[in-house]
């Protein structure tokens, strides 16, 4: 195949893949790149308001005060299991990005450290949410203080 041949079958794969949207078909790889942006973005985010939340305590104590009371309703307490979630993800799919990059064998394992990293999460997340959610689930089923 000449050089011309090949580079006109590349720019066809190429219009053709450009036609039907995407490169990608739903490969878990493809995910975790896209989880772990949102992830970074979610955590960016969060890390911005808890900046500008914790700076008021200096500019007006009383709406810093206000502010934190906001904070103990169930929707935020769901929030707070979001954002763990966000964090512990991103953290790990960054090790294993890490290992692909800087790993001999790392980009030949990147598949089975993904499943890997999942079921650490899930391991994770399962008892975190159990713990972060218990007094929340108590006080709306009457059970708290």
């Known amino acids: 195949m000449t050089a011309s041949t090949a580079g006109a079958a590349a720019s066809e794969r190429a219009g053709a893949s450009r036609r039907s949207?995407?490169?990608?078909?739903?490969?878990?790889?493809?995910w975790s790149w896209v989880l772990h942006r949102i992830t970074g973005v979610l955590t960016f985010f969060f890390l911005f308001v808890h900046v500008l939340d914790t700076a008021l305590v200096r500019v007006s104590p009383n709406t810093y005060d206000a502010i934190i009371e906001t904070y103990k309703t169930p929707l935020v307490n769901l929030m707070e299991v979001g954002l763990v979630g966000a964090v512990l993800f991103h953290a790990l799919n960054g090790i294993r990005i890490i290992l692909v990059d800087f790993w001999e064998k790392g980009a030949r394992y990147q598949r089975v450290m993904l499943w890997s990293i999942l079921g650490v999460w899930v391991l994770?997340?399962?008892?975190?949410?159990?713990?972060?959610?218990?007094?929340?689930?108590?006080?709306?089923?009457?059970?708290?203080n």
Not at 124 to 144: A, D, H, K
């Open 21 to 30: 949207g995407t490169f990608y078909r739903g490969d878990p790889g493809m």
């Open 124 to 144: 994770v997340m399962i008892p975190g949410t159990y713990f972060m959610l218990e007094r929340t689930v108590s006080e709306l089923l009457g059970g708290g």
